[in-house]
């Protein structure tokens, strides 16, 4: 049983699109890491949420920490080509200091 | 600033065979750490270096993996011996400290066991 769930696990959309992409847990987390990865490259940091309830904005991309601290979202408005990758939740829970990642979720962005 | 160095980039080894790879963190970075991401599936946690001793390596296969920071700087992680389900990419990260500060990671060594 993986401790971060992420849906769905492929998504592929047009150009233009609006997405949301899931992080789901029944630990709590003292705080959450999406990652955007792609190929042939390490994982490239998006945001941190620390606070139950935040929402985060970056351009384009929207991040949400649960109010439980046990989920997240990342909402994605008017997808462009250059989104394309594997985006990873990685949270540290409450009781370690482990930095656990999810599994991601590959997203296509078609022209 | 200049991010963190891996190499080899890639590696094909024959399985019962030895691998190293090196890692040389961002400067002034204390934390280290070495992930295995197998082709499908999210980073999966080595070991976990805290300057040259070793927060957390409960998820390293300690029979045929190990690692080591002697001076609190770069890193090696050695496979010995390899076996096929060990073909995976292998990412090195560090981070100014452990807990909730953001990982910066290489490009990672690509590992093909035959």
């Known amino acids: 049983t993986q401790l971060l769930e992420q849906s769905p696990q492929f998504l592929s959309i047009q150009e233009g699109e609006n997405l949301t992409v899931y992080c789901n847990s029944s630990?709590?987390?003292?705080?959450l890491q999406w990652y955007r990865q792609e190929p042939g490259e390490g994982p490239v940091l998006l945001v941190t949420v620390v606070t139950g309830g935040e929402v985060k904005k970056l351009k384009r991309l929207t991040f949400q920490f649960g109010d439980a601290r046990k989920d997240s979202s990342l909402h994605i408005t008017a997808a462009q080509t250059g989104d394309t990758g594997l985006y990873l939740c990685?949270?540290?829970?409450?009781?370690?200091?482990?930095?656990?990642f999810g599994e991601g979720t590959q997203l296509t962005v078609n022209p | 600033e200049a991010g963190v160095a891996q190499s080899p980039r890639y590696k094909i080894i024959e399985k019962r065979q030895s691998v190293a790879f090196w890692c040389n963190p961002i400067?002034?970075?204390?934390?280290l750490y070495w992930y295995q991401q197998i082709l499908g599936q999210g980073p999966k946690l080595l070991i976990q270096?805290?300057?040259?001793?070793?927060?957390?390596d409960s998820q390293l296969p300690k029979d045929r993996f190990s690692a080591e920071r002697l001076k609190g700087v770069d890193s090696t992680l050695k496979i010995q011996p390899a076996k096929l389900e060990d073909s995976a990419v292998y990412l090195c990260?560090?981070?100014?400290?452990?807990?909730?500060?953001?990982?910066?990671f290489g490009n990672g060594t690509r590992l093909t066991v035959t």
């Open positions: 400067s002034g970075h204390a934390t």
């Open positions: 990260a560090s981070s100014l400290h452990s807990r909730n500060s953001p990982l910066h």
């Open positions: 990685a949270g540290v829970e409450t009781s370690g200091s482990r930095l656990t």
């Open positions: 270096f805290q300057n040259n001793g070793v927060v957390d």
């Open positions: 630990s709590v987390f003292s705080s």
